[in-house]
């Protein structure tokens, strides 16, 4: 967790690692974007402290890979939740016709804190609101991205082990290996 806050190096070593972690991960390129989608998704509603939860449940229901979910939670972070706060307030005003208070976003932390529940209610509405299409749009690039990256890593995997085999002569076995799953293979 300290990693996501300040990396111990730099931030592009630290967003690198991430990417290679999501990329290595087990499952169908499908399933691992289906899972960061899941997170970066979830990470656009003001449920903080469901965050995961919500995102395994959404992976799961469509399939898609519950470490991957965790991780794409990550988008969501103290450096993006204020832009995040703010784009899922305006979009829920707009969908929903109200005016914007300006402001609000920035008592909402002490709200959270000193007031009960039913004050900041109308509040988390409007954002839960304008998390659907926001988060969506997100959740959607982010999937795009995650699943032409995962294809290409997968790819790249293969042909390094096929390589590898048939430099250390189990190269007939990975033929053999090949050429059985061919549609031109006739079984006798």
């Given amino acids: 967790m300290r990693v996501l806050l300040w990396p111990r190096r730099n931030w592009l070593r630290s ?3 991430f990417i290679k972690r999501i990329l290595r991960l087990s499952g169908s390129p ?3 974007a289906a899972g960061v989608a899941a997170g970066v998704f979830t990470s656009f509603t003001p449920f ?3 965050h995961f939860i919500i995102s395994w449940a959404i992976a799961f229901l469509i399939g898609g890979n519950l470490l991957a979910a965790a991780i794409g939670t990550g988008v969501g972070n103290p450096i993006t939740f204020p832009f995040i706060w703010g784009a899922t307030y305006w979009t829920g005003c707009f969908i929903l016709g109200k005016e914007v208070v300006h402001g609000q976003l920035h008592h909402l932390k002490h709200q959270l804190l000193t007031e009960s ?3 900041i209610l109308p509040t988390i509405e409007i954002m839960a609101v304008g998390a659907i299409p926001v988060g969506l749009a997100f959740a959607l690039l982010f999937y795009f991205f995650t699943r032409r990256a995962a294809v290409a890593y997968q790819h790249r995997r293969k ?3 096929a390589r590898k085999a048939f430099q ?3 190269w007939r076995k990975a033929i053999a290996e ?3 799953g061919s549609p031109d293979h006739k079984t006798s």
């Fill in 30 to 32: 499908y399933m691992i």
């Fill in 178 to 180: 090949h050429d059985l």
């Fill in 117 to 119: 529940f039913s004050t």
């Fill in 15 to 17: 967003g690198k690692y």
């Fill in 159 to 161: 042909a390094s082990l």
């Fill in 48 to 50: 903080l402290g469901l």
């Fill in 168 to 170: 250390a002569g189990r």
